[in-house]
């Protein structure tokens, strides 16, 4: 490798983190969004860099375009809406610390409720909102990348925003609330108190469980409403609660479910004025696998 090209590896990785986000965002899911960052790298190898004024912005764009084809192949092969159990791929960290990665993935605290509204958004309209709301690239940049003028752009941005504030959850951004009522469900749920249970659900609150496959022929995965039929299913996590973890998934309280050392199951909820108002478990063992569980010293601390 050249003393060029090592320069622009180096300007590369300096990127790395930021697109990584960006993808993260547009696909909610980390391998899909590893694979776009590098198909974003080779892409950059392909061109005449010095032609490239903002390698950032570049960057950006590039790796949003390759997301919307993405987004646009899988719309393409679902013969069915997206199924209302899916939980989008989670972040998780310990609750001391911290990596640059990490951390430009959870800029911003994009959560769990945010990522599963954002998947009912068709994928023009979440470039549009995710490029611009989120990071604050340009409406003409967009347009270019989605071939519509920059009003149109515009418009999908608004269409998205308006999605996005009336159908995700109500929640608080105090995560002391969220980690103490996290904290009552859990023991709650650990030692079997329905009553304790029901106190710290929103009576409408729902319950998003996405187990993968189906097991044995049965669905596992399940959508739940209401806070009685929520704390009767919540009454099953006493089974790993005993070892549940808690740490922070996409910037916000959550627990991880420990199973032979592997990471079984990862919950996380939103939380109003005290109650949880969502529910998020993803169990899913394949997409689990590749997950890192937190250090134990770091774990600790909850």
């Not at 004024?53 to 997301?67: F, S």
């Amino acid at each position: 490798m050249g003393e060029g090209e090592e320069q622009l590896a180096r300007s590369f990785e300096e990127h790395r983190g930021h697109l990584k986000a960006v993808a993260y965002r547009m696909l909610g899911s980390l391998a899909e969004a590893e694979d776009a960052v590098q198909e974003a790298w080779l892409r950059l190898g392909r061109v005449e860099t010095g032609e490239i004024d903002n390698l950032g912005g570049w960057l950006t764009t590039v790796t949003g375009r390759i997301c919307l084809d993405l987004l646009r192949s899988r719309t393409a092969r679902r013969e069915q809406p997206m199924d209302d159990t899916f939980v989008p791929d989670p972040v998780i960290r310990p609750l001391s610390r911290v990596d640059p990665e990490q951390e430009a993935l959870e800029a911003d605290s994009v959560g769990i409720a945010l990522l599963v509204v954002m998947e009912t958004l068709d994928p023009d309209e979440r470039l549009a909102f995710v490029l611009h709301d989120m990071f604050a690239v340009p409406f003409d940049d967009i347009a270019a990348v989605l071939e519509r003028t920059p009003a149109a752009t515009r418009q999908l941005a608004s269409r998205a925003r308006r999605r996005v504030r009336d159908t995700a959850p109500p929640s608080d951004p105090d995560t002391a609330r969220q980690r103490e009522a996290l904290d009552a469900f859990r023991a709650a749920a650990r030692t079997g108190d329905f009553e304790a249970l029901l106190a710290v659900l929103h009576p409408d609150v729902v319950l998003r469980a996405d187990a993968g496959a189906l097991v044995q022929g049965v669905a596992a995965s399940k959508r739940l409403q209401g806070a009685r039929r929520v704390a009767e299913s919540a009454m099953l996590f006493s089974r790993y609660n005993a070892t549940a973890r808690m740490v922070l998934v996409n910037g916000a309280p959550g627990l991880v479910g420990v199973a032979d050392g592997r990471v079984g199951s990862v919950l996380t909820a939103t939380v109003h004025e005290g109650r949880i108002t969502a529910l998020y478990v993803l169990a899913d063992p394949e997409r689990l696998r590749d997950l890192t569980l937190p250090d134990e010293e770091d774990a600790a601390h909850a």
